[in-house]
C-alpha cells in the first residue's frame, strides 16, 4: 500500500508539510510507503478547455501530469465528492469555466456574483475598485476559473471537509 500526501500549502516547508511529515512517519512505522507531493505554488488553474477528457492530460505541463499516474496507482477508492471553493477565491475573467450571471449585487467595495454553470449555483467576489458593475448585469455570459490548491473537498453524505 501506498499513501500519497498532498501538501497544498504555499509555503513548502511549513505547518502543513509537517503534519504530513508526522503523518508519513506513523504510516511508514506501520509499513505503509509514503510520498508528499508539493503542490501549493506549480499547478496551473483550470482554464475548463476539456482537453483533458480526450487526452487525459492537462494542456499544462504541469504537477497535474506528473501526480495523475500516482493516484491512479494509488490503493485509493473511486467516490463521489463535492468541490467547493470560497467566492473569494473565484475570479472572473477572459479564460475558464463558462457561466451566466443570475444575480448582480453591489455591496459596497465588493460585487457579489451569483452564477449558473453547468446546472451548478457558482458566487464570485469581485472587488469594485476601478470596475464597471454594469459590466455584470443579469444574463451576462462570463467566465470564471479559481487555483486547484484552493478547493476544498467534502464528503457529499456527510458535509466533512475531506482535506
Same mark, same amino acid.
Given at each position: ?10 509555503? =513548502? ?7 504530513? @511529515?508526522?503523518?508519513?512517519? $506513523?504510516?511508514?512505522? #506501520? %509499513? !505503509? ?5 508539493q503542490a501549493g505554488k506549480t499547478a496551473h ?31 485509493? =477508492? ?7 471553493? @470560497?467566492?473569494?477565491?473565484? $475570479?472572473?475573467?477572459? #479564460? %475558464? !469555466? ?66
Amino acid at each position: 500500500m501506498k499513501a500519497l500526501l498532498i501538501n497544498g500549502s504555499p509555503h =513548502e516547508h511549513g505547518c502543513t508539510y509537517t503534519a504530513l @511529515r508526522e503523518l508519513a512517519d $506513523t504510516l511508514e512505522a #506501520e %509499513g !505503509i510507503e509514503t510520498e508528499i507531493i508539493q503542490a501549493g505554488k506549480t499547478a496551473h488553474a483550470c482554464n475548463a478547455c476539456a482537453s483533458c477528457k480526450k487526452t487525459h492530460r492537462c494542456v499544462y505541463d504541469d504537477l497535474v501530469n506528473e501526480t495523475a499516474p500516482k493516484l491512479a496507482a494509488a490503493d485509493a =477508492e473511486s467516490r463521489t465528492v463535492t468541490v467547493g471553493v @470560497r467566492p473569494v477565491h473565484v $475570479t472572473v475573467g477572459d #479564460e %475558464g !469555466i463558462d457561466a451566466q450571471i443570475d444575480v448582480s449585487e453591489l455591496m459596497g467595495s465588493e460585487l457579489h456574483l451569483h452564477m449558473t454553470a453547468g446546472g451548478k449555483d457558482v458566487v464570485a467576489v469581485v472587488q469594485t475598485a476601478n470596475l464597471d458593475p454594469n459590466a455584470y448585469a443579469r444574463h451576462t455570459a462570463v467566465k470564471f476559473s479559481f487555483e486547484p490548491r484552493l478547493i476544498h473537498l467534502f464528503d457529499p453524505e456527510t458535509e466533512k471537509n475531506l482535506i
